[in-house]
Nanobody, 123 residues
Framework: QVTLVESGGGSVQAGDSLRLACVAS???????MAWFRQAPGKEREFVAG????????KYEDSVKGRFTISRDRAKNTLYLQMNTLNPEDTAVYYC?????????????????WGQGTQVTVSS
């Protein structure tokens, strides 16, 4: 069992930046990890993913060039640097641990989830 705890969310203005962090209760160093988000009334969607060693990353099209996913395996921590935020980024952000060594855009590929952290961007 792995417990994931997200932090770093908040309320910001359009154009601002936030850095989310997700700390795992034990090592997930051999697993891919990802960030998903869910806006009110919408399905949970993939935002960014990273492979077990950080060598492969992938992003949802709308965040490419603005968000950066990274991980510190020694600290069991996943990060999401979010720049140039806009109101469409408003959602609850969740981190998740994949069943395999790489990240997938599919929710079913993940077996552990955090409780989420709220990000609100106002115009």
């Amino acid at each position: 069992q792995v417990t994931l705890v997200e932090s770093g969310g908040g309320s910001v203005q359009a154009g601002d930046s936030l850095r989310l962090a997700c700390v795992a209760s034990r090592t997930s160093s051999n697993n891919g990890m990802a960030w998903f988000r869910q806006a009110p009334g919408k399905e949970r969607e993939f935002v960014a993913g990273i492979s077990w060693n950080g060598g492969i990353t992938k992003y949802e099209d709308s965040v490419k060039g603005r968000f950066t996913i990274s991980r510190d395996r020694a600290k069991n921590t996943l990060y999401l640097q979010m720049n140039t935020l806009n109101p469409e980024d408003t959602a609850v952000y969740y981190c998740a641990t994949a069943r395999s060594a790489v990240a997938s855009v599919s929710i079913s590929a993940y077996n552990y989830w955090g409780q989420g952290t709220q990000v609100t961007v106002s115009s």
